[in-house]
Nanobody, 124 residues
């Protein structure tokens, strides 16, 4: 199982980015999948999750209304559309998958190995 995240970069406050996550080695269809981030000197934290069907999503409070998670089962891909970015969104962003939404929101359970992540920097 391998996750490859992409789409990060340097953006000014108020800007937008779209992150992508490709999974190889297994099919995401039956899994809940999510985005996480780790800022310098801080622990990795949950950002957003989407269930296996794509009908249920959840977000950490600080990104609600600004970020939108989506998945494309035909491409085995996960996306995170980020808008109105703030300096506190600066972090390395990662994706992961598990059998349950709770495993992802709590970051416990059957998470897979982490990928390299993609750096998002929000700064003037």
């Amino acid at each position: 199982v391998q996750f490859v995240e992409s789409g990060g970069g340097l953006v000014q406050p108020g800007g937008s980015l779209r992150l992508s996550c490709a999974a190889s080695g297994f099919t995401l269809d039956a899994y809940a999948i999510g985005w996480f981030r780790q800022a310098p000197g801080k622990e990795r934290e949950f950002v957003a999750v989407i269930d296996w069907s794509g009908s249920m999503t959840d977000y950490r409070d600080s990104v609600k209304g600004r970020f939108r998670i989506s998945r494309d089962k035909t491409k085995n891909m996960l996306y995170l559309q980020m808008s109105n970015l703030k300096p506190e969104d600066t972090a390395v962003y990662y994706c992961n998958a598990a059998h349950t939404v709770q495993s992802l929101t709590t970051m416990r359970g059957d998470l897979n190995s982490w990928g390299q992540g993609t750096q998002v920097t929000v700064s003037t």
